[in-house]
C-alpha cells in the first residue's frame, strides 16, 4: 500500500543479504591480505560510482558522461586539502564541490536531451580536465601533485561507509515519490511535467545528489595514489566505466548496478594482470558480447535462470 | 463566471502565426467545443494554456488571474489538467502508476501517498480502468489509452480538463461510450474544454462551439448557430 510496487520476498531476501555482506566486509581487513583489500576497496569505488551514476541516469534514461569531472574534482579537493584537515571532512568538501559543479553543468545541460546531452556531458567532462591540465601548468606552475597518502586499512573503510550510503541514499530514491517522479520523466518528460512534475528542478536536484557520491569516491581514493595529475584525475574512463557497468550488470535493478561493477572491476583485475598487453581488446570484446547476446545484463540472465531454466525457453519474454 | 479566458492569444512559430489573436473564455460548468480544419491551431492554443509553450503576446487568464508564461507544473497544480491528442503515457509503467504521478504531483498542496493512491485508484473506476490496474501502459488498446490519459487528468482534481481528441481512433460505440464519460466529468463540475473532429460528440454536447480556421477564431456559438453559419460550412465543404 506504502510503497510504489516495490514488494516480493525478492527485494527482503536482498536486504537480508546486503547485511551479511556488510557484515562480512566490516571485519574482512582483520583476516585477509593487503592485496585483496586493496582490489575490495576498488570494487567499493565502482559501486559508488556506478550506482551514483544510476541514481540519476538509470530512471531519467539522461546517459549522463561528466562522472569523470565530478570524481576527479573530488581528487583534487583531497589534493588541496588533504594535508590540513580530517578525512571526513575532506570527503564531504569533495563530495560537495563536486555537487557544486553538477548543479552548475545541470543548469547548463539538463535542457538538452537524448544524443545532445551525452555529447555535452562528455565533452564537459574533457573541458574540465583541459582547463585543470591548463591551470596547473600556467598558474600553479606544475602538472603534477604529490597527495598525502593514507593507510589502506582506513581507505577500504571509508570506501565501504561510502558505498553503503550510496546505496541506501539510491534505494531511498528508488521507493519515494521523488524516484516515481524520476522514473516518469524518463519516460516520457512532457507528460511528467504536465503531472505537476518540475522537471528541470528535479534533474538539476538529482545529477547533484549523484555527483556528490562521486566527488567523495574520488576524494577518497586521491588517498591511494601517491601522484595526481589531471590526466589521472579526469580519466575519461571514469566517465564511461559506470555507464558499461550498469549495463553489464543490468540497468533497471539495484542489485544489477552493485552485480555489474562488482563483476566487471574484478574481469578488469585478472585481465590486466594475466594478460597485461590485451587486456582493453579483451574487456571490450567480453562487454560487446554482453550487450548483443545479453540485453537486460547480468540480473536478465540470471532472472531467466530463476524462472526455470527450461520453460524459459518457450516464454515469449 | 469565467474560469478561464484568453485575450488577443498569439503564437508565432518563425514567421507564421499559428495562432492569430484568439479570444476565448470558458465559464464555470460549460463544455465548450473547439474544432477546425487540421493545421488551424487547436492543439497550440492547448500548449498555450498549458504552459507548454508560451504565447507570443496575449493573456491568459485562470479563475481571473494571468497564468501568462507559467510552466506546466505550475499551471496543473492551479487546476487545468489537460489531455494529448497522442497519448503520452508512462509505457512502461504499470496503469495504477501512471495515474499515481499525476495525483501525487498535479495539485497544489503536497498529498500524502496513500491518499494519492486511494484517489488514482478512484480515478481509475470512474474512466473504467479498474482491472487493468497491474498491466503496464503500453499493453492497453487505444480506446483504454484515451480512458487513462483521462483519468490521469482528472486524478489531479481539476476544474478545468482541456480534452485533445479523445475520441480520434475509436469505434461508434467506443465514441458512444467517451461521450457518456465526458458527461459525467462534466457532472462532477469540471469544466470541459474539447477539441474534437467527431462532430456528433461536440454538436451533441457543447454549450458552445468555437471554430477556428488558420489560427483565426471564425465563429463561435450554439452548436445550432454554428452549424448553420455560411463561413463554417464553406471551410468545412468547401466554396
Request: hydrophobic share 50%.
Amino acid at each position: 500500500m506504502h510503497s510504489f510496487r516495490v514488494t516480493s520476498n525478492k527485494k527482503a531476501l536482498f536486504l537480508a543479504l546486503l547485511i551479511v555482506i556488510l557484515i562480512f566486509a566490516a571485519t574482512m581487513p582483520l583476516y585477509i591480505q593487503p592485496y585483496i583489500i586493496i582490489s575490495l576497496t576498488s570494487i567499493f569505488m565502482y559501486i559508488v560510482l556506478t550506482v551514483s551514476w544510476a541514481i540519476f541516469s538509470a530512471p531519467t534514461r539522461y546517459i549522463s558522461l561528466a562522472s569523470a569531472s565530478f570524481f576527479g574534482t573530488g581528487i583534487y579537493v583531497w589534493a588541496i586539502l588533504g594535508s590540513a584537515l580530517p578525512l571526513p571532512i575532506v570527503v564531504g568538501i569533495g563530495g560537495l564541490v563536486s555537487s557544486l559543479l553538477a548543479l552548475l553543468t545541470g543548469l547548463l545541460t539538463l535542457r538538452l536531451r537524448g544524443l545532445y546531452f551525452i555529447i555535452f556531458t562528455f565533452g564537459f567532462s574533457e573541458f574540465v580536465r583541459h582547463s585543470s591540465q591548463w591551470w596547473e601548468i600556467n598558474i600553479s606552475g606544475t602538472e603534477g601533485r604529490w597527495v598525502v597518502g593514507v593507510d589502506h586499512t582506513i581507505i577500504y573503510y571509508a570506501m565501504l561507509i561510502l558505498a553503503f550510503l550510496t546505496l541506501i541514499t539510491a534505494y531511498a530514491i528508488r521507493r519515494s515519490r521523488f524516484g516515481l517522479a524520476l522514473q516518469s520523466i524518463g519516460q516520457f518528460e512532457e507528460a511528467a511535467a504536465h503531472a505537476g512534475i518540475n522537471v528541470t528542478a528535479m534533474k538539476i536536484m538529482t545529477f547533484a545528489i549523484s555527483a556528490f557520491f562521486m566527488g567523495a569516491a574520488g576524494a577518497i581514493m586521491a588517498t591511494r595514489w601517491s601522484y595526481i595529475d589531471p590526466s589521472i584525475a579526469f580519466s575519461p574512463l571514469i566517465s564511461f566505466m559506470p555507464v558499461l557497468m550498469a549495463i553489464f550488470g543490468g540497468i533497471g535493478q539495484l542489485y544489477g548496478h552493485i552485480l555489474g561493477a562488482g563483476v566487471l572491476t574484478i574481469l578488469a583485475e585478472v585481465l590486466l594482470t594475466e594478460f597485461p598487453y590485451y587486456y582493453m581488446l579483451l574487456f571490450g570484446l567480453i562487454l560487446l558480447a554482453v550487450i548483443l547476446f545479453l540485453p537486460h545484463g547480468l540480473v536478465g540472465l540470471m532472472e531467466k535462470w530463476w524462472k526455470g531454466g527450461l520453460a524459459g525457453k518457450h516464454a515469449n519474454t | 463566471m469565467r474560469i478561464l479566458d484568453g485575450e488577443g492569444v498569439r503564437k508565432n512559430f518563425g514567421g507564421l502565426a499559428a495562432v492569430a489573436g484568439v479570444d476565448f473564455c470558458i465559464n464555470q460548468g460549460e463544455i465548450v467545443g473547439l474544432i477546425g480544419p487540421n493545421g488551424a491551431g487547436k492543439t497550440t492554443i492547448f500548449n498555450l494554456i498549458s504552459g507548454a509553450l508560451n504565447p507570443s503576446s496575449g493573456q491568459i487568464r485562470f479563475n481571473g488571474e494571468s497564468i501568462t508564461g507559467l510552466k506546466p507544473y505550475q499551471i496543473c497544480k492551479r487546476g487545468v489538467a489537460r489531455t494529448f491528442q497522442s497519448a503520452k503515457l508512462f509505457a512502461d509503467m504499470t496503469v495504477i502508476n501512471n495515474v499515481l504521478v499525476w495525483s501525487l504531483f498535479g495539485k497544489s498542496a503536497r498529498t500524502p501517498v496513500a491518499d494519492a493512491e486511494m484517489e488514482a485508484r478512484e480515478a481509475l473506476a470512474f474512466v473504467g480502468l479498474s482491472e487493468k490496474e497491474e498491466l503496464p501502459a503500453k499493453d492497453l488498446g487505444i480506446a483504454a489509452q484515451k480512458r487513462l490519459e483521462i483519468a490521469r487528468a482528472l486524478a489531479t482534481k481539476p476544474q478545468v480538463i482541456l480534452l485533445d481528441e479523445v475520441m480520434a481512433g475509436l469505434n461508434p460505440t467506443e465514441v458512444t461510450q467517451a461521450i457518456e464519460l465526458i458527461k459525467q466529468i462534466w457532472n462532477k463540475g469540471i469544466s470541459v474544454f474539447m477539441i474534437e473532429h467527431v462532430m456528433k460528440a461536440v454538436m451533441g454536447m457543447a454549450d458552445r462551439v468555437i471554430v477556428l480556421h488558420h489560427g483565426e477564431k471564425l465563429a463561435e456559438g450554439t452548436p445550432e448557430a454554428i452549424a448553420k453559419n455560411r463561413k463554417v460550412v464553406e471551410v468545412y465543404l468547401g466554396e
